[in-house]
């Protein structure tokens, strides 16, 4: 795996993964439900926009009709399943916050 295959990685959602997942395992180890709920819903927000920036790769062609130049990335393109669970993790996490708050 080279440096190329990670870069596509090191974006803001698989960093929310990755601290939703060392939420609530470490509150799910002390047994604190309200902070799981927080982790879980952290968790399901990244995977949510992960799913909702699919890799694309396309290839332009020049005046001639030879391949120039290969553009790829991830750009948004939201997806009714993505939605749905970016939806779910912030009903989630805002449901922990609002047990923390109170408690």
Known sequence: MDSEDLKQYSTWYVALIAVGAVIASASAASGNAAALLVGLGFVLVGVGEFINHPFRSDIQFDDVGRPAYQISGRARAPKVVG???????????????YRIVLS
Do not use: S, T
């Not at 939605?83 to 916050?97: I, Q, S």
């Open 83 to 97: 939605l749905a669970v970016d939806a779910f993790g912030v009903v989630l996490l805002l449901l922990g916050l």
